[in-house]
């Protein structure tokens, strides 16, 4: 059985960073991507940032040039480095695993950006 654990969230300051973890425990077939989203409240779940096996990046517009995800196809775990954080990022991050073409999800971790 498969498992995304989470770790990293937390409260911080405007301007401030966080590094989010997702290690995934168990067999994934063929992982084809991993990638990670947040739902604030109120609102829809929305991509955040994804990386393909092959190494190519997607980031939301809102969050170019101060989020890098980084990913270990070996370890299967993906990495999200946030930097220079501002309010509307809080929510709560999930991550994700593509697995041929089976999706898998995280418990989410919460993430308030807050003075």
């Known amino acids: 059985q498969v498992q995304l654990v989470e770790s990293g969230g937390g409260l911080v300051q405007p301007g401030g960073s966080l590094r989010l973890s997702c290690a995934a425990s168990g067999s994934i077939f063929s992982v084809n991507g991993m990638g990670w989203y947040r739902q604030a409240p109120g609102r829809q779940r929305e991509l955040v940032a994804r990386i393909s096996r092959g190494g190519s990046i997607i980031y939301a517009e809102s969050v170019k040039g101060r989020f890098a995800i980084s990913g270990d196809n070996a370890k299967n775990t993906v990495y999200l480095q946030m930097n220079s954080l501002k309010p509307e990022d809080t929510a709560v991050y999930y991550c994700?695993?593509?697995?041929?073409?089976?999706?898998?999800w995280g418990q989410g971790t919460q993430v308030t950006v807050s003075s």
């Open positions: 994700h695993f593509l697995g041929g073409s089976t999706s898998y």
